[in-house]
């Protein structure tokens, strides 16, 4: 293979970001949307907004999964940027979890250095710096660095590249454990990127990375993933392909619950013989073959799942307005913005919806301009249904929200089909985390 970066043929078509391939091969057409960050302000509701084609191709020959670019990564994570990781408790928990498992199993510590690549407001670095392990953020959203720098965690505002891994590590050095979560498919550049981390990386040290796995997209129909920041959708057997050309071994995977089932990748320099490679590799690669993940019929009948889904969703929500129910929304998560608006559902369907973020009360959904409210809204209106759009959180939300049953409020689930569940029936899903609250 020869990879290079992904430009349009003078055909008009385009090519593989990875290994430059012919893309020709369908998977799903989402139509036009708008960038799912870009929040729409009071002052901005009378002006337009941009829409983007949101369609899926698989490269036949490395299997990577993939959106053509239309929108860059300048215009993704502008000032404007409204995605903070920190109003998650799950994923907070989460992500002290994996600093525990980091240091309990490779024995960092105050004489490592730990950068993350996309580090947001800080969510994961702080539990580093709380354990006295230094730490280095990369985030491109300058909004939002601001907030991790608030908190004391050093943090550069860049896009990560090969130029920036060079920078950062005659600035700093290179890191122990480099690590991205949530990040990989963020990168129209993939073979700038994967190549800047093995610039990044010291000798002997070891890169994470947390990514959605693209299994569970198929067979979970869990398509509201797709939106145009998300470049890339992975498997294993295409990731580890691409981090093998830049010299990059993986050594092992773990499969995670995360962001309705997630992949954690364990890197290392390929010529650093002291982590072995695991049975687990060799599972999963064999697993996800025997699935057919690298042929074209894997991905053959999806896109008419996906139309199937919608149907059901607007049957459901046409009903229940028509029986005098009301709906709102929970959460204003960028998967939302995607079935919202290749559904169609705007305000006539579902009145309004809320979020736990400030910076994105008092503003409107794109695209949809559905208002955003803060969570307490709920309990004044009453409403009948709940649609849970972060469905991901639905076990979190769910308990957050339970004294909807006050009234005989329920909850909806619109991925992988629409579900209504009754807040006093709570313990069907897995058992919740406690609410706790991260180090200042």
């Not at 480099?178 to 990168?187: M, P, R, T």
Request: hydrophobic share 35%.
């Amino acid at each position: 293979m020869n990879p290079q970066n992904n430009r349009p043929h003078s055909s008009g078509s385009s090519c593989c970001r990875f290994c430059a391939a012919d893309l020709s091969h369908n998977v799903l057409d989402l139509g036009m949307s708008p960038l799912c960050q870009k929040h729409i302000t009071p002052q901005q509701t009378k002006q337009a907004e941009k829409f983007y084609p949101l369609h899926v191709y698989v490269c036949d020959q490395c299997w990577l999964v993939q959106l053509e670019e239309y929108a860059t990564p300048d215009e993704i994570f502008a000032e404007d940027y409204a995605y903070f990781s920190s109003y998650s408790d799950t994923w907070l928990e989460h992500c002290r979890q994996y600093t525990e498992l980091m240091i309990d199993r490779f024995g960092f510590d105050a004489q490592h250095r730990v950068v993350e690549i996309a580090s947001n407001d800080g969510y994961l670095l702080q539990w580093f710096v709380q354990k006295g392990i230094p730490v280095l953020g990369v985030e491109p959203a300058e909004n939002v660095a601001a907030v991790a720098i608030e908190k004391g965690i050093p943090t550069e505002v860049l896009f990560f590249g090969t130029e920036t891994a060079q920078h950062l590590a005659a600035k700093y050095g290179q890191a122990d454990l480099l690590l991205g979560n949530n990040v990989l498919a963020h990168v129209p550049d993939i073979n700038d990127f994967v190549k800047g981390m093995k610039n990044m990386l010291a000798p002997g040290g070891l890169i994470t990375m947390e990514f959605p796995h693209l299994k569970n997209l198929i067979e979970g129909n869990q398509f509201d993933t797709i939106y145009h920041e998300h470049f890339s959708y992975l498997s294993f057997v295409a990731v580890n392909r691409i981090f093998a050309q830049h010299g990059i071994t993986l050594f092992d995977v773990q499969e995670l619950p995360t962001h309705g089932g997630s992949l954690r990748i364990f890197g290392r320099h390929t010529e650093d013989q002291s982590k072995p490679i695991t049975a687990a590799v060799q599972t999963l690669l064999h697993h996800e073959r025997q699935l057919g993940m690298e042929t074209l019929a894997y991905y053959a009948a999806y896109e008419e799942k996906v139309k199937e889904t919608k149907r059901k969703l607007l049957s459901f929500l046409i009903e229940a307005k028509r029986a005098g129910k009301t709906i709102v929304g929970y959460g204003a998560p960028g998967k939302g913005n995607t079935l919202l608006n290749y559904c169609g559902i705007r305000s006539d369907l579902l009145d309004y919806t809320v979020d736990r973020s400030p910076h994105k009360q008092g503003n409107f959904l794109p695209g949809t301009r559905i208002p955003i409210y803060h969570p307490d809204k709920i309990r004044e209106t009453r409403p009948d249904y709940v649609l849970i759009l972060p469905w991901n959180l639905k076990t979190e939300i769910s308990q957050q929200m339970a004294y909807i049953q006050e009234w005989g409020g329920k909850f909806v689930i619109p991925i992988p089909a629409t579900q209504v569940f009754d807040p006093a029936l709570t313990t069907q899903y897995q058992q919740l985390i406690p609410h706790f609250t991260p180090p200042n």
